[in-house]
């Protein structure tokens, strides 16, 4: 067993012994597949490697889009469709009725903005109505932290490794109950 | 400890000059010639009340903020407090010469505030206006004086007592000086609130002695706190690259960046909701205001506009140009500018009107201000250290991560 790929999980129960062990785990060379918290501890997604979130790029789109809907709205109803005397100016023009839609433009950009970055992060998160819990350990949500490690070499080196980082328990997590968990969810 | 460096001296001494040469020149070489009318002779005091009411606002806005960092018991920034102390250093400066302003105004050496023309208070004068009669309660040289006293002594003196108390925390670990620091900044927010917007009614608004609007103050402090905290920025990426600040990371100056956005958007707003009302309603006394703003200053106010609003939005919304210091320099530059445009738009149209433009004047005497703000303001941090040695959250400043 001692080189073929498994997956360990190991226990913490302090954050910041959590944060400085990833980084002795990372070096050795093993993939941390996924930490479990009980609540957001600053600097652990730099920590783990991860990429920065592309968010911010889709809530432009979004905003852009939300612009282009509100123009869209905003010129159909009330210049083409029926054209309106706004502010007793009479200029039939989207451009020079401008100042009068602007708090449509602002809102609608907020709104598609706000409301499609919430659905972006249920699909990217795999977040549905009915999705069961995905947490392996119930412990994760009250003061425990997990960790699960893809070990890639000795299983044995990488057991010793966590107890001298500070882990409280480790486990083995067979690809087997992997599969299961899979398929239950 | 930091030192003024003597390059930088001589860049403020030769600045002051070009200052002083633009403002002779405009009180002495630019008014000789007769058949002008007022806005003529008022354009060397309107150059100098835009340029001296932008760095007071600058001054002024860097109190505010240092006074927000205590009351409300702010961490991360304790490694910038001796900049914005710095910064506030000009207050008495500016607040002087604002007073010089002011008393020459109501000794009719210049025509800046329409209000104070001969007989347009007396009913027997062929001169009378009826609407700026009724403002006689408000608007009369003793309580206008009066007023603007009370307001520069009232921030001087918010300043000086700060600076006092921060100096303590140098010295040793008692923190009766925090604590008292946080009562003094409470009062002085409370007095700032109000003074702030009075200000601005006064010494802008009253120009345009009609017409008045009932955000116009707010929208005067959005416009100082955005130069304000941009001159904050541009003060510490200049010391932090010169190796000054080794207690700054990245994320104090990314912080500065968002205040920067921030108040810009909400500089933005304040201006729109001030516009659109009056557009959307159209009535003739209002619009009297924007007018010559979308007529003889068109090009300005849009260009304006377009340097305080879509710059900052499309470049400073992203988090890398937050936090690369030439990025935010030259963004900084560029909103400075920006905003002295903005007080100059204020002003202007009131006071000298068709005869504006431009020139030596107003660039020379702006080039002077910024000298002298150099030459007041490192003088003031070079005193002592640029860190304040006891400030309590001075080891939470220093790992703030973001």
């Given amino acids: 067993m001692a080189n073929t790929k498994s997956i360990i999980s190991a226990l913490f129960d302090d954050d910041d012994v959590l944060l400085k062990s990833i980084k002795s785990i990372r070096e050795k060379g093993h993939k941390i597949r996924?930490?479990?918290?009980?609540?957001?501890?600053?600097?652990?997604?730099?920590e783990l490697g991860l990429e920065r979130t592309r968010m911010a790029i889709t809530a432009f789109i979004y905003g852009v889009l939300g612009l282009g809907v509100a123009m869209t709205l905003t010129y159909y109803t009330m210049i083409y469709d029926w054209p309106q005397n706004i502010g007793g100016k009479p200029s039939m023009t989207w451009w020079k009725n401008m100042p009068?839609?602007?708090?449509?433009?602002?809102?609608?950009?907020?709104?598609?903005?706000?409301?499609?970055?919430?659905?972006?992060?249920?699909?990217?998160?795999?977040?549905?109505?009915?999705?069961?819990?995905?947490?392996?350990?119930?412990r994760t949500t009250d003061d425990m932290f997990m960790m699960e490690i893809e070990c890639s070499g000795d299983e044995e080196l990488l057991r010793n490794l966590l107890k001298e980082v500070g882990a409280v328990e480790i486990n083995l997590v067979s690809k087997a109950d992997e599969a299961e968990a899979l398929a239950e969810a | 400890m930091y030192q003024?460096?003597?390059?930088?001296?001589?860049?403020?001494?030769?600045?002051?000059?070009?200052?002083?040469?633009?403002?002779?020149?405009?009180?002495?070489?630019?008014?000789?010639?007769?058949?002008?009318?007022?806005?003529?002779?008022?354009?060397?005091?309107?150059?100098?009340?835009?340029?001296?009411?932008?760095?007071?606002?600058?001054?002024?806005?860097?109190l505010f903020f240092l006074a927000v960092q205590y009351a409300a018991n702010v961490g991360w920034s304790a490694g910038i407090l001796r900049i914005l102390e710095g910064i506030t250093s000009f207050l008495p400066v500016a607040g002087g010469i604002m007073l010089v302003i002011?008393?020459?105004?109501m000794f009719h050496l210049n025509h800046l505030y329409h209000w104070t023309a001969e007989g347009i208070m007396d009913p027997e004068s062929e001169h009378f206006d009826s609407i700026i009669h009724g403002k006689k309660?408000?608007?009369?040289?003793?309580?206008?004086?009066?007023?603007?006293?009370?307001?520069?002594?009232g921030w001087a003196y918010a300043a000086i007592v700060l600076r006092k108390l921060s100096l303590q925390g140098d010295r040793g670990t008692d923190l009766t000086w925090y604590n008292k620091s946080i009562k003094t900044s409470a009062i002085f927010l409370v007095f700032f609130a109000v003074t702030s917007s009075m200000a601005a009614w006064d010494w802008i608004m009253s120009i345009d002695t009609h017409w008045f609007s009932t955000l116009f103050g707010w929208y005067v402090f959005a416009g100082i706190f955005v130069s304000s905290v941009t001159t904050t920025a541009l003060i510490a990426i200049h010391l932090k690259n010169k190796g000054h600040l080794p207690w700054l990371n990245d994320s104090h100056i990314?912080?500065?960046?968002?205040?920067?956005?921030?108040?810009?958007?909400?500089?933005?707003?304040l201006w729109f909701s001030q516009f659109m009302l009056i557009w959307y309603s159209n009535i003739p006394e209002e619009v009297t205001y924007y007018m010559p703003r979308f007529g003889e200053f068109k090009g300005l106010f849009i260009t304006m506009l377009v340097m305080n609003f879509i710059?900052?939005?499309?470049?400073?919304?992203?988090?890398?140009s937050?936090?690369?210091?030439?990025?935010?320099?030259?963004?900084?530059?560029?909103?400075?500018?920006?905003?002295w445009l903005n007080v100059y738009i204020m002003v202007t149209p009131g006071t000298v009107g068709l005869d504006w433009s431009i020139g030596f004047v107003e660039i020379g005497t702006f080039l002077g201000y910024v000298g002298l703000f150099i030459w007041v303001v490192f003088k003031r941090l070079a005193a002592v250290p640029l860190l304040i040695q006891h400030h309590p959250m001075n080891k939470e400043s220093e790992h703030f991560h973001i």
Avoid: C, Q
């Fill in chain 1, 34 to 46: 996924e930490v479990y918290t009980p609540f957001p501890v600053h600097g652990l997604d730099h």
């Fill in chain 1, 100 to 138: 009068a839609f602007v708090p449509v433009l602002f809102e609608m950009t907020v709104f598609f903005a706000a409301h499609l970055m919430v659905w972006t992060y249920f699909v990217r998160n795999d977040m549905y109505p009915g999705r069961k819990a995905m947490n392996p350990d119930p």
């Fill in chain 2, 4 to 62: 003024f460096p003597a390059k930088l001296k001589t860049i403020s001494y030769a600045l002051i000059g070009i200052g002083l040469a633009a403002l002779l020149y405009g009180f002495f070489a630019g008014g000789a010639d007769a058949g002008h009318g007022h806005g003529h002779d008022n354009r060397p005091w309107a150059s100098l009340l835009i340029n001296n009411f932008f760095f007071l606002g600058i001054s002024l806005g860097a």
């Fill in chain 2, 102 to 105: 002011v008393l020459a105004s």
């Fill in chain 2, 137 to 153: 309660a408000f608007l009369n040289p003793l309580f206008f004086i009066l007023r603007s006293v009370i307001y520069i002594i």
């Fill in chain 2, 254 to 269: 990314h912080d500065l960046g968002k205040f920067m956005f921030a108040f810009s958007i909400f500089w933005t707003y």
């Fill in chain 2, 311 to 320: 710059f900052p939005l499309l470049i400073l919304m992203s988090r890398d």
């Fill in chain 2, 322 to 339: 937050k936090r690369n210091f030439g990025f935010l320099s030259f963004m900084g530059a560029v909103m400075i500018v920006g905003h």
